[in-house]
Structures are given as structure tokens and as C-alpha cells.
């Protein structure tokens, strides 16, 4: 698959944030209406998360990601979910952000 300069940009921010924060713990999550979409940091587990404001992510870069199923949500426990699944899970459950896929994965 083919991606776009800007697309490699954001995947090598997300890696370098990876390689900082370890692997595992950094996500895409929409902050607010100010900030938009930030990467977090988040550990297993935790309530709270850390978003890095130091990098602009542009929505339709994050987008077309989605669309080549580049992305996948993830909870608090680091396991995949779907974030509206939200009705169906224990009352401390809580949809975290998404991740970027960064290696092919063979099934």
C-alpha cells in the first residue's frame, strides 16, 4: 500500500513517540474542540493520560489512515475495542484512543 508523504510523517512521529514512551503506549485521541486530535500516552491500567501537545495531526491524514484500516482502538487495558461498544462493558471500562499500525501482519 501506497501512503502519501504526510501519512509516512505521522508514522514516524508516532514511532519516534513509541521508541520515547515505550511501545505500546502512545495513541491517537480526540482532546477537545481547541486541540483536536493529539497523540496520548497512556499505561495499562491507568485513569488518566498524557497528551503531547507539541504536534499538529491533521484530521484528514488521520482519516485516510482509518480508511486504509491503518488504525485500531484500543481501552484502558490495551486490548482492542471498538469505541462504541461502551454499553456492553464493565463500569470502569473506558475507550483510550487508536493505534497506528506500523508492520505488516501476517495471519
Not at 40 to 58: C, F, Q, V
Not at 95 to 104: A, D, H, L, N, P
Request: hydrophobic share 30%.
Amino acid at each position: 500500500m501506497k501512503l502519501t508523504p504526510k501519512q509516512n510523517e505521522l508514522i514516524e512521529k508516532y514511532k519516534r513517540l513509541e521508541s520515547k514512551y515505550g511501545k505500546g503506549n502512545v495513541f491517537l485521541r480526540y482532546v477537545n474542540d481547541f486541540w483536536r486530535i493529539r497523540f496520548i500516552i497512556h499505561k495499562i491500567g491507568e485513569k488518566k493520560y498524557l497528551p503531547i501537545y507539541d504536534y499538529k495531526i491533521n484530521g484528514r491524514t488521520v482519516n485516510s489512515l482509518d480508511r486504509n484500516n491503518l488504525l485500531i482502538g484500543y481501552d484502558n487495558k490495551h486490548k482492542e475495542a471498538d469505541p462504541n461498544s461502551w454499553r456492553s462493558q464493565p463500569k470502569n471500562w473506558f475507550f483510550v484512543g487508536s493505534r497506528i499500525k506500523t508492520e505488516c501482519e501476517e495471519e
